[in-house]
């Protein structure tokens, strides 16, 4: 596996569901993202964790739990989604951007969720 | 309150022909700048990235930086209909000590056989 990686590609679940999103890098970076692009919006950042720490909470719903075990693996849990919730959900890394190896992102495929 | 502008498109050029792709900023603190391309169902893909004033050129693409009046443009050159697709300017703030990327609605560009 190369770049970034995230599973599953498509999901449709209901309001009261519970499931889980997964991105892999295999890049080296330290930092990871997790962004929602919906339709005719610029993509939003939803959470930044940087050496397994959170540092970024941009006034996320409680309804999206992040998690991030290792500098590798990055979770998004969700439960009691709602329809406007439906959006691609992108995940990207890149070095520490207070290091010195650069700011560039580099985005996984994405999931494309659909709650009904 | 950081912004990056740009016009959503369509932006229709002939195949061979230069496109032009711009981006306008709202806050001075932001030093890099980057250019993704999206195709439709796809995520974003980096193309360019640029740091300082100038121009900076990768095959066909020139990404050029105007910090004084705070603008960022893209130019393809003999542009291909497989350059088609949705390309998003990012302004980078992290200096400003947050680790946030703002990215614009991104400009659809249309390339003409």
């Known amino acids: 596996e190369t770049g970034v990686t995230q599973t599953p590609r498509h999901l449709v679940m209901g309001m009261t569901n519970k499931k889980s999103l997964k991105c892999e890098q295999h890049l080296g970076h330290n930092a990871m993202y997790w962004y929602k692009q919906s339709a005719k919006k610029p993509l939003e950042l939803m959470f930044v964790y940087s050496l397994e720490e959170r540092v970024e909470n941009n006034s996320v719903p409680s309804r999206f739990s992040p998690e991030c075990p290792n500098s590798s693996h990055l979770f998004l849990h969700l439960h009691t989604l709602q329809p406007e919730d439906s959006a691609l959900y992108l995940c990207a890394s890149s070095q520490d951007p207070y290091g010195t190896g650069g700011t560039e992102q580099y985005f996984g495929p994405g999931t494309r969720l659909t709650v009904t | 309150q950081k912004e990056v502008e740009q016009n959503s498109g369509p932006l229709s050029v002939p195949e061979g022909a230069i496109a032009s792709l711009n981006c306008t900023y709202s806050?001075?603190?932001?030093?890099?700048f980057f250019w993704y391309r999206q195709y439709s169902g796809k995520s974003p893909e980096l193309i360019m990235s640029i740091y300082s004033n100038g121009d900076k050129e990768d095959g066909r693409f020139t990404a050029q930086l105007n910090k004084a009046s705070q603008y960022v443009s893209l130019l393809i050159r003999d542009s291909q209909p497989s350059d088609s697709a949705t390309y998003l300017c990012a302004g980078d703030y992290s200096g400003a000590g947050s680790y946030q990327l703002t990215f614009g609605k991104g400009t659809k560009l249309s390339v003409i056989p």
């Open positions: 806050d001075r603190v932001s030093q890099s």
